[in-house]
């Protein structure tokens, strides 16, 4: 019989034989283990502690997926950027593709603007103003001559020299009155070729393009006429300052302002190359951007283009002219740059103080800018471009233009002058609808309905002083200046 203590340890040790088999069990009683038990609990704990430290540490694989999604976002905000500044480039290019192709040899400076500026404002000798407010008024004139887009003096010694009265040598920019070549021998069906327009204010024609050469002939063969009726054929030099000459597009056009000017400076803007998106927007003086693209010319460089060019201007009945440049920068003295001007005008010939209670007009009357025409004609000063005499200021007798646009006619002119050219494609249909209804009704209707409240205010004394101004203006042009008398107080009046 086995004792129960035998019994037991005999228990203990199957139940180690049973729990670690094929090993030897060690120790008694419940402390009895596996021979590997130690080895296997040090490496569960070290396990342990391994798992515990990869909680804290990011595992090779999280990092690299961190890593790759900020490459990504990174990538694709490049991608954005780069993308918007693309998308900006292509819509630039876009707006300006059309003037762009045609514009590169026109839009860079064709003149030494520097050279040109320098060697036209040296030349003449500058005449000395009057004393009293006559000097301040020809100080005025010069100061305003010299500032941004004045002219060179028109009678000074710049310019391309007319032929001697009387003689002398053939001049190369003298030509026939009339057309030397018909638009349709051009090959391609000449302006009126073409049935359809992209003018919005109305359909061009045949019969319109026939009508408008016609208008042309007859336009040119009354001006050269007069000037030989006059002798005035090269008698004044050629005012060079006031061109736009772009060789590239076969263009070259005499600025006179108060006759379409601001619309000639945006189709002349389109054509060095501002997109039509940049002109409604930008702040910029039109006529500051035009001269950038193209800069003053020489008398010199005028006469080496104007022959190889399409040569223009575009003239306006005189007196509405003048009327229009006296409303816009004189009455009232709402213009600043020329309210000085207006202060001397009243200074010199308000000759009597209204009535008491009456308030005097602010700035000179209608009545008084004539009287300072007179006398500053008279004292042999220098015109303001906005009503300097057109025979003086692009002097159409001493230069061959090609063609002679009207206000009256001013789209139908302009539209046979871009047709002739082949500036179709760049210049018609850039015009706002908005803008081109103001140039066609505002401009010219307002100012004629007008005229005669205007000239009620002054008698025929003063009117013919007037007219000894411009009356070869109205001569050349064909227009008439004799109704006038009807409009202007009689002798007896008052």
């Known amino acids: 019989m086995f004792s129960k203590s035998t019994f ?12 670690c088999p094929g090993g030897t069990a060690s120790g008694s009683g419940t402390a009895t283990v596996c021979g590997t038990s130690s080895g296997s609990s040090s490496s569960i704990a070290e396990k342990h502690r391994f798992r515990k430290m990869g909680t804290l540490l990011p595992s090779p694989v999280k990092l690299f997926s961190k890593r790759r999604c900020y490459l990504c976002l990174k990538i694709a905000i490049l991608v954005v950027v780069f993308g918007l500044y693309f998308m900006l480039l292509l819509r630039e290019s876009m707006s300006a593709l059309t003037g762009s192709s045609s514009s590169s040899s026109g839009s860079s400076s064709p003149f030494a603007s520097m050279a040109s500026f320098a060697a036209l404002t040296s030349r003449g000798a500058k005449k000395a103003g009057g004393a009293g407010s006559s000097g301040k008024l020809d100080a005025w004139q010069d100061k ?68 408008a050469e016609t208008d042309f002939n007859e336009r040119r063969m009354v001006l050269w006429n007069v000037c030989a009726e006059h002798r005035i054929v090269g008698k004044y030099p050629p005012n060079a300052w006031e061109f736009f000459i772009s060789p590239g597009h076969g263009i070259a056009w005499c600025n ?6 601001s619309t000639w400076m945006y189709y002349f803007n389109i054509l060095g190359g501002y997109s039509v998106q940049y002109l409604q927007r930008t702040k910029a003086s039109p006529i500051d951007l035009a001269r950038k693209r193209f800069p003053r010319p020489t008398a010199n460089e005028l006469n080496d283009y104007i022959s190889n060019t399409i040569s223009f201007l575009i003239v306006r009945e005189p007196f509405e ?28 010939f308000r000759k009597a103080h209204p009535p008491k209670g009456v308030k005097p007009p602010h700035g000179p009357t209608f009545r008084e800018f004539l009287e300072f025409l007179v006398s500053h004609y008279r004292s042999g000063g220098r015109f303001d471009e906005h009503w300097s005499p057109v025979y003086s200021f692009c002097t159409p007798c001493s230069i061959n233009f090609t063609l002679i646009a009207k206000m009256e006619t001013f ?21 706002p609808r908005y803008k081109a209804r103001w140039i066609t009704n505002r401009s010219t209707s307002d100012t004629r309905n007008l005229i005669p409240r205007y000239f009620a205010q002054i008698d025929e004394k003063l009117l013919t002083d007037v007219l000894e101004i411009y009356q070869l203006d109205f001569e050349l042009f064909g227009y008439n200046s004799t109704k006038y008398y009807g409009y202007v107080q009689s002798p007896d009046y008052g």
């Open 144 to 211: 305003r001559h010299h500032h941004g887009g004045g002219r060179a003096k028109q009678q000074g010694g710049s310019g391309l020299k007319g032929p001697p009265p009387g003689g002398g040598s053939k001049q190369r920019h003298q030509f026939p009155p009339l057309q030397q070549h018909s638009p349709a021998a051009d090959g391609n069906g000449g302006a009126g070729s073409n049935h359809s327009t992209l003018n919005p204010v109305y359909e061009y024609s045949d019969e319109m393009n026939a009508a």
């Open 321 to 348: 002219r003048l009327l229009s440049a006296y409303r816009n920068k004189l009455e009232g003295c709402r213009n600043k740059y020329y309210k000085l001007l207006g202060e001397q005008i009243v200074k010199k």
């Open 411 to 431: 789209q139908r002119d302009s539209e046979y002058i871009i047709r002739q050219a082949g500036l179709e494609t760049l210049l018609l249909n850039k015009m």
């Open 8 to 19: 037991l340890k005999g228990a203990a040790g199957a139940a180690a034989t049973v729990l």
């Open 256 to 261: 006179i302002f108060k006759a379409a000017s």
